[in-house]
């Protein structure tokens, strides 16, 4: 009578009922002895986009998070059940990846796939992971660079938007003839002359080479070749 006993749980467990107990006059404990039950941390609920690649709720387990694609996460990646059977970390978020809106090139455009009513909708259209941006250069200028690009996992474009430079377009070979030098665009100052085929001939009088202007437009059409016979 009058001794007592004392309890304690290995690590990992936690006491139900009285850590001590004491015997009394009457030869009763005086309470039922305890027991250990393992420290469990609540259950998680996983919020939307969220994935769970890891969970052990027990003390010393952790929970592993990531996010379904397109999206990043927000937050601690994992979280640990402590002694106290409370998470150490509030459970992460996953939010939406995007990419801003690119620049539109000068004298070019972007061709869009969808149409906005109103300014305000385009100004605020979003582009997801995956999305296509294609460009396009108004006539009399060539598309320099990436005529597509498209939205990564990292929030950026593949690449930069495109320039668009002034060039004259390659005009075409006349009958009978051919241009030099061949090329598929031209610089503005460029000049183009015309080689004849054999019995052929560019006319007789003074012709000015067609140059290539700064808006993109030759200055003349290459000159025709003509047989001999009609010269």
Known sequence: MGHSAVFEC????KLEGASGI?????????????????????????????????????????????????????????IRCESDGRWNGSMPTCLEIT??????P???????????PNKKQYRNRIYKVGALMRFACLPGHQLIGEASIICTENGTWSHRPPVC??????????PHGRIAPLKFWYKPGDNIQVTCS??????LEPVKKPSCRENGIWSAPPPPCRSYKEV
């Open 10 to 13: 290995p690590i990992g467990y």
């Open 22 to 78: 004491t015997c009394q006059y009457n030869g009763k404990w005086s309470a039922d002895v305890p027991r250990c039950e393992e420290i469990e941390c609540p259950l998680i609920n996983i919020p939307d986009n969220v994935l769970l690649i890891e969970h052990n709720n027990t003390f010393g387990g952790k929970a592993v998070f990531t996010c379904m694609w397109g999206h990043k996460l927000s937050g601690s990646q994992s």
């Open 99 to 104: 990419c801003p809106v690119p620049e539109t």
């Open 106 to 116: 000068r004298s070019g455009r972007i061709v869009e796939q969808t149409r906005y």
């Open 165 to 174: 430079k002034v060039r004259c377009p390659y005009p075409g070979d006349p």
């Open 198 to 203: 054999p019995g052929y001939v560019t006319p």
